[in-house]
Each structure stands twice: as C-alpha cells, then as structure tokens.
Nanobody, 125 residues
Framework: QVQLVESGGGLVQAGGSLRLSCAAS????????MGWFRQAPGKEREFVAGVRWSGGTTYYADSVKGRFTISRDNTKNTVYLRMNSLKPEDTAVYYCAADKSRVIITTTLSNYDYWGQGTQVTVSS
C-alpha cells in the first residue's frame, strides 16, 4: 500500500506561481510513475503531468506545457509540480497519483493505483 499526501495549494493571482508537493510513504519503492491530475468544478479529472520514478522522464498536457514543471526527489520520496504563469483556468483541485504497474507515463486515470486527497489551487483574475 502507498499513501500520498499533497500540499502547497492556495490562492494566487493570475501570472503568479505555486509549487505543489506530494509525499509518498508506505511501499513507495513499488512505484514506477507519478502523475499530477486536476479537476475543476463541473469538469472531469484530467491529466496534467507525469514523471518516471526512475530516470526522471516527464510528460505534460498541452495546456500546461512550458508553464508547469514536474520533478521528483527520490531521497525524499516526493514529487513536485512547479506552476508558473498561472491562469484562472488552472483553478482546480490538484491530485497526485501513483502507477505501480506501468513503466511508461500514461494519461488514463484508471491506470493509477493510488491517489492523494487533493489540494485546492485557485487563480484569481
């Protein structure tokens, strides 16, 4: 079992920055890929970014490419999402997730085995 705890959300003005963190505990050595997803009110949860635990390969949704950066610190079992140039449409609950089955980054929610509780990000215009 793996536990994921997100932190770092908050309220920020458009154009501002935030850094989200996701700390993994438990059987974290079983994880291949970590991902960040988000869910805005009235919308489906969507993929934002992913990183391979080993090697650090990353992949981004087109909507955040060039603005968001995902990274991981294996020594701390923590994944980060640095969000720059934030827009009001980035407002959502952000979730981190872990895939223990696939070595490639996928964008499908059902491929991820463990989920955090989510952290709210609100971008004001």
């Amino acid at each position: 079992q793996v536990q994921l705890v997100e932190s770092g959300g908050g309220l920020v003005q458009a154009g501002g920055s935030l850094r989200l963190s996701c700390a993994a505990s438990g059987r974290s050595f079983s994880i291949y890929v970590m991902g960040w997803f988000r869910q805005a009110p009235g919308k489906e949860r969507e993929f934002v970014a992913g990183v391979r635990w080993s090697g650090g390969t990353t992949y981004y949704a087109d909507s955040v490419k060039g603005r968001f950066t995902i990274s991981r610190d294996n020594t701390k079992n923590t994944v980060y999402l640095r969000m720059n140039s934030l827009k009001p449409e980035d407002t959502a609950v952000y979730y981190c997730a872990a895939d223990k089955s696939r070595v490639i980054i996928t964008t499908t929610l059902s491929n991820y085995d463990y989920w955090g509780q989510g952290t709210q990000v609100t971008v004001s215009s």
